[in-house]
């Protein structure tokens, strides 16, 4: 670069690092363009208005980029922002908020397919497939699947487009002929419209639209599931209440494993929580057996647990002394206190004897009982097990827990056995990366932190494991046939 005019001035020869930008009056090029305007008279005064105005906007420009990286390089050093305030209730911007939040569901309802579009799906599907001559089961290959699908737009309308596309034909097994059963289709397409039909719902309940659901509003998308499931239509009215809080408590036991009061929609969504509640749309009960009634923690055979009977003195609240009625009574006093301590809040005296277990904490207490094979249900009992709370178990801690096992288990008559012995068991059972303790992740890892649990806690768990053999024998042999 030049920085002197080819009139026979001498050339700038500082080194480059140190060379400045000379100003605009020095350059050749502005005073040859000043030389030929002059006084105006080159180009008349309009050019030169025109260029002063350039030159000020230029200035104006290059200011402002000076500005903004001047300010940026203050704000480097500065944590950035990552909370914005939401609206003020009765405000402009929350209202519009709450139009388009409106107007935005309404919309993706409307593209939804309703019982009468999937009833028609149906028909279309079953009236344009083939029937396997080998299995009677009806297919059909991808020239029948756009066929359908050109007919279902017609009947339809342009809504259901979306299930007939390449990549969901690809998503199904096929037989040799490369063909695919349409009842596992027509089953995608129904739950793909009822995740979606659910996702809404709950959206329409989120109050500050942040993608979670809090107990209140869990609640209130159960009471809306009510009176479309078959199986709870009936319920006695002043139940409906407590029964919504029960429901409610399962979804959060799982889908708020940190206990922060809410929970993500997305995960309720992929939960197994929401499909055994949607389990109870079948009409009849009939079709349904007390076993399977019992195992489902929203029917309402399930849902009106002990908490009423366990709860002597009628206080709302259940006792440690109390809380050993549970199970018949099977579970051990160290466990009981533990789960006091781990899992119960605190009375407002501060006193250890003040403090009870309310309808929520008996729920959870319900929950990990019953699905203690599952992480949340296993992190709830181990720190119970969790004796000094170090995040480890170690033979001191074992012995410590099977001690009450033993005892209950001498009582009942059964054989005498060696403690150390059921701790080797154990041991051999996880496997624990480190051989001088037990954690959390060793039991997940060995898939039998469940049984481990049970035998540590209940005398009836470990009943269950010493007999697993025959359990086991007694399920394979065939029922015997009834003389005649």
């Given at each position: 670069?030049?920085?002197?005019s080819?009139?026979?001035?001498?050339?700038?020869?500082?080194?480059p690092?140190?060379?400045?930008?000379?100003?605009?009056?020095?350059?050749l090029?502005?005073?040859?363009?000043?030389?030929?305007?002059?006084?105006?008279?080159g180009?008349?005064?309009?050019?030169l208005?025109?260029?002063v105005?350039?030159?000020?906007?230029?200035?104006?420009i290059?200011?402002?980029?000076?500005?903004?990286?001047?300010?940026?390089?203050?704000?480097?050093?500065?944590?950035?922002?990552?909370?914005?305030?939401k609206?003020?209730?009765?405000s402009?911007?929350?209202?519009?908020?709450?139009?388009?939040?409106?107007?935005?569901?309404?919309?993706?309802?409307?593209?939804?397919?309703?019982?009468?579009?999937?009833?028609?799906?149906?028909?279309?599907?079953?009236?344009n497939?083939?029937?396997?001559?080998?299995?009677?089961?009806?297919?059909?290959?991808?020239e029948d699947f756009?066929?359908?699908?050109?007919?279902?737009?017609?009947?339809?309308?342009?809504?259901?487009?979306?299930?007939?596309?390449?990549?969901?034909?690809m998503?199904?097994?096929?037989?040799?002929?490369?063909?695919i059963?349409?009842?596992?289709?027509?089953?995608?397409?129904?739950r793909?419209v009822?995740?979606?039909?659910?996702?809404?719902?709950?959206?329409?309940?989120?109050?500050?639209?942040?993608?979670f659901?809090?107990?209140?509003?869990?609640?209130s998308?159960i009471?809306?599931?009510?009176?479309?499931?078959?199986q709870?239509?009936?319920?006695?009215?002043?139940?409906?209440?407590?029964?919504?809080?029960?429901?409610?408590?399962?979804?959060?036991?799982?889908?708020?494993?940190?206990?922060?009061?809410?929970?993500?929609?997305?995960?309720?969504?992929?939960?197994?929580?929401?499909?055994?509640?949607?389990?109870?749309?079948?009409?009849?009960?009939?079709?349904?057996?007390?076993?399977?009634q019992?195992?489902?923690?929203?029917s309402?055979?399930?849902?009106?647990?002990m908490?009423?009977?366990?709860d002597?003195?009628?206080?709302?609240?259940?006792?440690k002394?109390?809380?050993k009625?549970?199970a018949?009574?099977?579970?051990?006093?160290?466990f009981?206190e533990?789960?006091?301590?781990?899992?119960?809040?605190?009375?407002?005296s501060?006193?250890?004897?003040?403090?009870?277990?309310?309808?929520?904490?008996?729920?959870?207490?319900?929950?990990?009982?019953e699905?203690?094979?599952?992480?949340?249900?296993l992190?709830?009992?181990?720190?119970?097990?969790?004796?000094q709370?170090?995040g480890f178990?170690?033979?001191?801690?074992?012995?410590?827990?099977?001690?009450?096992?033993?005892?209950k288990?001498?009582e009942?008559?059964?054989?005498?056995?060696?403690?150390?012995?059921v701790?080797?068991?154990?041991?051999d059972?996880?496997?624990?990366?480190?051989?001088?303790?037990i954690?959390?992740d060793?039991?997940?890892?060995?898939?039998?932190?469940?049984?481990?649990?049970?035998?540590?806690?209940d005398?009836?768990?470990?009943?269950?494991?010493?007999?697993?053999e025959?359990?086991?024998?007694?399920?394979?042999e065939?029922?015997?046939?009834?003389?005649?």
């Amino acid at each position: 670069m030049y920085s002197g005019s080819s009139d026979g001035e001498s050339h700038d020869t500082t080194p480059p690092t140190q060379r400045k930008i000379p100003p605009a009056s020095s350059m050749l090029w502005v005073r040859n363009l000043r030389r030929y305007i002059g006084s105006g008279a080159g180009l008349g005064s309009e050019a030169l208005m025109v260029l002063v105005l350039q030159e000020l906007e230029t200035k104006r420009i290059l200011l402002e980029i000076f500005k903004d990286k001047q300010q940026k390089s203050q704000e480097a050093g500065t944590i950035p922002s990552f909370y914005k305030k939401k609206p003020e209730e009765g405000s402009i911007s929350g209202r519009v908020q709450r139009l388009a939040k409106y107007r935005f569901l309404k919309k993706q309802s409307d593209l939804l397919l309703n019982s009468d579009d999937l009833a028609a799906m149906w028909n279309c599907l079953r009236e344009n497939c083939v029937i396997d001559d080998g299995t009677g089961a009806e297919k059909m290959n991808y020239e029948d699947f756009c066929h359908i699908a050109s007919v279902c737009t017609e009947q339809i309308g342009p809504k259901c487009r979306r299930f007939f596309s390449p990549s969901n034909f690809m998503k199904f097994e096929k037989d040799e002929a490369g063909r695919i059963a349409i009842l596992p289709f027509y089953l995608y397409v129904m739950r793909t419209v009822s995740l979606t039909q659910a996702r809404i719902d709950m959206s329409e309940l989120d109050e500050d639209s942040d993608g979670f659901l809090q107990s209140h509003e869990m609640e209130s998308y159960i009471l809306g599931l009510i009176p479309n499931l078959a199986q709870l239509r009936d319920m006695p009215e002043p139940f409906t209440q407590m029964y919504c809080r029960i429901a409610s408590q399962k979804f959060f036991f799982f889908c708020d494993p940190h206990r922060r009061g809410k929970a993500c929609i997305k995960k309720i969504l992929l939960s197994n929580c929401l499909q055994e509640l949607m389990e109870l749309h079948q009409e009849s009960e009939e079709e349904v057996t007390d076993t399977e009634q019992a195992e489902n923690w929203f029917s309402l055979t399930s849902a009106q647990h002990m908490f009423l009977a366990l709860d002597k003195d009628c206080s709302g609240s259940l006792s440690k002394q109390e809380l050993k009625e549970y199970a018949d009574g099977t579970l051990t006093e160290i466990f009981i206190e533990r789960v006091f301590d781990e899992h119960v809040r605190r009375g407002k005296s501060g006193s250890g004897n003040s403090r009870e277990m309310d309808f929520d904490s008996f729920l959870d207490f319900v929950l990990a009982l019953e699905n203690k094979d599952t992480q949340e249900g296993l992190t709830y009992l181990f720190r119970c097990l969790d004796l000094q709370g170090r995040g480890f178990l170690t033979t001191a801690d074992i012995h410590s827990l099977f001690r009450d096992v033993h005892q209950k288990w001498i009582e009942g008559g059964n054989y005498e056995l060696c403690i150390e012995d059921v701790r080797d068991e154990i041991w051999d059972m996880v496997k624990p990366s480190d051989p001088l303790k037990i954690t959390l992740d060793d039991l997940l890892g060995c898939k039998q932190g469940g049984t481990v649990a049970s035998m540590l806690i209940d005398v009836r768990g470990f009943w269950a494991h010493d007999n697993r053999e025959n359990l086991l024998q007694e399920e394979e042999e065939p029922p015997e046939e009834e003389s005649q």
